[in-house]
């Protein structure tokens, strides 16, 4: 049955909305946002259990929900919070990974590689060359997603510390889920647990079609482990059009606030600095959107919690004044198909806010929290035995007689 059309244009160009991919995990209407399983994020958030005092649910019971269509009890929440304190542990060799990069490299280069290092310990691998029966793929899996994820909040932490702080290694509180670990080991007092939280439920998925989702999940369709698969997701992710642009808001914003010398801008003043952006030829970093077509409802999310917590914060009051200011104008100078704000407008203020001022980072998080949907989407890949992805190339000459062709 036909399900979909191709045309020359969407060849040439990123193979935009072609629709050739299969998730049940999560769905991306342009009007509505991201669904995790059938739910909005508001009801996600409204669904989920939390930790007893805390304003955002687990983490842990959103990666029950992703990998079972169902809203966890505490109980199997618990479950999951006891499994992932048991893995944590790193080898020691990881950080001899991380310590051999220098101290400018790139957090998400080590993050990847370190990642990678870990991979010998992949059951999938060991059961594969041991020639287990394809119907338990999925079983291996999910043990090395159960490790790894586990596993990531301690990585990303070491590295935070080892390339930007003192090197110390902080030792995961065993009392903590993985959202109040995290902020543990990072040093940052509360609320960063549910900075954490959030941040890495908002993060998880986005469809398959996206570049560190569909790399995810392209690696893994050649059976490469978990391990192979996460690695080669993050260098996507770590791209400027993809998760870089947290940084680049920040960036761009930190620029702002250097030429109005700490004041807030009128929005007259506001408005110039946009049109002064786009005049030299770059984008409005956070605005924008390959699939979205309104305010991302990350974004909302992120902009409740600000307004709760940092509002008389001066980054935020410029991040509400672009919310206002943005979308007319790039309404008005016409290229952009989505006008309104991305997930990225927002969340790296909220680091920032919270003490974690090297951008950089960013991407880190974003990436801790991508794991978790396209760890689950590996699991399902290996259970439903999704085939290897082999697309047909073709050659512009060839696209050119097509078109010819059809004239
Ligand atoms: N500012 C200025 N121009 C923009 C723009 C923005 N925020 N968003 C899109 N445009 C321009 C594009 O550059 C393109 O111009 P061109 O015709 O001269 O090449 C034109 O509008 C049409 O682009 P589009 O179809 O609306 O967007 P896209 O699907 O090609 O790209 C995205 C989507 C996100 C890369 C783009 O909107 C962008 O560059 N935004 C700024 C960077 C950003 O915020 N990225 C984060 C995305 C979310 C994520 O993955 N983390």
Not at 106 to 111: D, E, G, I, K, Q
Not at 194 to 216: K, M, P, Q, Y
Request: with cysteine.
């Amino acid at each position: 049955m036909v399900i979909d059309q191709v045309k020359i244009g969407q060849v040439i160009g990123g193979m935009r909305s072609l629709k050739c991919l299969v998730t049940d995990i999560s769905y991306l209407d342009p009007q509505e946002g991201i669904r995790y399983r059938g739910y909005t994020l508001p009801e996600v958030f409204a669904k989920l259990p939390k930790p007893p005092g805390a304003e955002m649910p687990y983490v842990e019971g959103l990666l029950f929900l992703l990998l079972t269509g169902d809203v966890p009890t505490e109980s199997e929440v618990g479950d999951i919070v006891d499994e992932f304190k048991k893995r944590r542990v790193l080898p020691s060799h990881v950080y001899d990974v991380i310590d051999a990069f220098p101290k400018d490299a790139s957090p998400m280069a080590v993050f990847s590689a370190a990642i990678l290092s870990m991979q010998g310990d992949s059951s999938f691998a060991r059961l594969y060359r041991e020639g287990i029966n394809k119907m338990e793929y999925w079983d291996p899996t999910f043990e090395d997603t159960m490790d790894l994820l586990a596993k990531l909040p301690e990585v990303a932490s070491y590295i935070y510390s080892r390339l930007y702080k003192d090197g110390k290694r902080t030792q995961g509180d065993p009392n903590l889920d993985m959202g109040a670990n995290f902020a543990h080991m990072m040093g940052i007092p509360k609320p960063y647990d549910d900075v954490s939280r959030l941040n890495f439920i908002i993060h998880a998925d986005h469809e398959s079609g996206n570049v560190s989702a569909h790399t995810g999940h392209l690696v893994g369709s050649a059976l490469s482990d978990v391990y192979l698969s996460i690695s080669a997701m993050l260098n996507g992710l770590a791209g400027p059009l993809h998760g870089l642009a947290n940084q680049e808001v920040l960036r761009w914003l930190q620029d702002l606030v250097e030429q109005m010398k700490g004041k807030v801008p009128t929005e007259e003043e506001m408005k110039q600095f946009v049109w002064d952006t786009l005049n030299s030829g770059q984008v409005i970093p956070g605005f924008g959107h390959a699939v979205l077509r309104k305010t991302d409802p990350r974004y909302s999310l992120q902009r409740e919690f600000c307004q709760t917590h940092m509002k008389d914060d001066l980054l935020f009051k410029y991040t509400d004044m672009l919310y206002k200011v943005v979308p007319p104008i790039l309404t008005e100078q016409g290229k952009a198909k989505n006008p309104w704000p991305n997930v990225d407008a927002q969340s790296g203020i909220i680091h920032w806010h919270y003490g974690i001022k090297e951008y950089p980072f960013y991407t880190v998080l974003f990436g801790i929290g991508r794991s978790i949907g396209i760890t689950a989407n590996l699991i399902w890949d290996r259970a439903l035995g999704y085939a290897i992805e082999r697309p047909k190339s073709l050659s512009t000459a060839m696209l050119e007689e097509m078109a010819k062709n059809a004239k």
